[in-house]
């Protein structure tokens, strides 16, 4: 099916880019409405289907993120109190609230990550938010290419576990909306292909500019990419801080330098793994 382009958008009667600009930090009514239309459904599947499982999952949310009572909770009215308790929360978090979700299907119910996930990206995208969710993290990427890119990664990652691990810290450190660590996340980000490239030669602890030279000769990295792989690492290293976790005095890095890190790094993850599982022999 086509993407729907209402007429009120085809004919300039809105403009999608204000609207961006109003979820930044923000929320609409309507991106509200929806994502509570979306979540009071599952819920109600969740009841009518696996009634326990829905009753774990409801006294889980009304003790873990509304911080209720459970005394006070009663399962028939579940509905009522929690859309009241929703429609309270600030901007960001409902998106805490929609990240609590996914985690405790993962927990419970892995099949249902998927669709999950891909249903909320398509509310987001349909009422134009600035961000998607991602490993069940909603972040501040909406390029679909970007977004595929990080799913790759994370995916090929899952027989590195210290590389997935890396890039799991870089991109929580990205999504935080109340006290976002972009310095840190660039950190993990190169922590991730540093700990990848020690793995695929089965050493430890070495720096990136000490096995480099022998990684790309290893896996036969074309030239740009060697470079690249180089330049991304001196940076990170030269300005003070990075490497470390902690910068000095006013920092110049935003949230533009770790988006760029997280998506490039992972690209880099992505090729690397797949060279190295071509089988190409040590040296």
Known sequence: ?????????????????????????????????????????????????????????????????????????????????????????????????????????????????????????????????????????????????????IKEAFKKADKYQPVKEHLEKALTHLSNRTNPDYINSIKESISALESLANLILNTSGRTLTQIHEKLCSQLKCPEPIKKQIKEYYDWASKEEGIRHGKITGKSTIGQAEAKLFLVQISGLVNYLISKSSQGVKND
């Open 1 to 149: 099916m086509d993407k729907f382009i209402p007429f009120s958008v085809r004919h300039g009667y809105v403009n999608p880019e204000e609207i961006l600009k109003m979820n930044y930090e923000s929320m609409t009514d309507e991106l509200k409405v929806r994502l509570w239309n979306f979540v009071a459904r599952l819920l109600q599947f969740l009841g009518e289907e696996q009634y326990d499982l829905f009753a774990n999952f409801s006294l889980k949310i009304w003790d873990g993120f509304f911080h209720e009572s459970i005394n006070s909770f009663i399962a028939s009215y579940w509905e009522e109190d929690f859309e009241k308790r929703f429609f309270k929360l600030e901007w960001y978090k409902v998106y805490d609230f929609i990240e609590f979700l996914y985690f405790l299907l993962k927990s419970n119910k892995k099949q249902f990550l998927k669709p999950f996930s891909e249903k909320i990206n398509q509310i987001l995208e349909e009422e134009y938010a600035p961000y998607r969710m991602i490993e069940g993290y909603i972040t501040p990427i909406t390029n679909e290419y970007e977004i595929q890119t």
